[in-house]
């Protein structure tokens, strides 16, 4: 059986841009590849989110890892995270590398934010060092014990300090050892032009919903796309305030029954499996 981590190298190394949306637990996860996704990528958002607390670095390196060992659980596909800012110095960012591949993530994301880190659009980020933050990437390289593992350095000083400093340290990452870098913030196709135009002997990784065909075409080799998961407030919300005023959710009409939907789910968790499973080490008795 391949390895993940071979997996998501062997999926770098096609032409086109490898496209992964965000999840934040095994069930959005299985959704994903119910879908055709060839990768997903648990957001440190969207697990912020499912616990009830904004992105502002709240979790520990724990239960982000834990987090990630479910969804690496429920799919087959490589899973790519979220690794904030490694959680300390260049010595905890080898544990958590360690960590993660434990758990069976393919590659992970470490940034320059200073702790603790904040969702790279909000607004009250802070940058560490260059130099402190090089160190760290090439203490994650260092780390991992199996060379396919993916390190992407993120950079969250386009906001901070300008594009001028945001391409000093991802060359600087690269020569650390990172095997893609991600600038955070991109909010405009300009910021992307930018990024691609200034970076374009780098290997790139993009985090935003500007069109997967735009963003190929920049030459970006991963796009991971939070739209999903972000469409789910509105949706979700618009249920609920239907079903407290009116007693009913009117979209259940276009998805069958109750009963019907919930063997949808329960199949796309993988109960017919676990049917087989049983009636497999059934006894006599």
Known sequence: MTK???KLRELLARPETLLAPFTYDGFTARIAEEAGFDA????????SMSKG???VGL?????????AAYIVEAVSVPVLADAD?????AINVGRTIRQYERAGVAGVHIEDQVAPKKCGFFDGKMVIEMDEAARKIQAAVEARSDDDF??????????????????????AYVNAGADLVFVDGIRTADDLA??????NDLPRMYNGELPPTDVASAGFKIQIHRGPVFALYPIIKEMMVELKEKGEISAMSRWGTGGALRMDIANALGLERITELEQRYATSG
């Open 53 to 55: 607390i904004p992105d």
């Open 194 to 199: 930018e990024f691609a135009s200034r970076l």
């Open 150 to 171: 993916v390190v992407i350095a993120r950079c969250d000083a386009l906001v901070v300090n300008g594009w001028d400093d945001v391409e000093r340290r991802c060359r």
């Open 85 to 89: 800012t490694g959680y300390g110095n």
């Open 59 to 67: 979790l520990s390196q724990t239960e982000m890892i834990e987090n």
């Open 4 to 6: 993940a981590t071979t």
């Open 40 to 47: 997903v990528y648990m957001s440190g958002f969207g697990t």
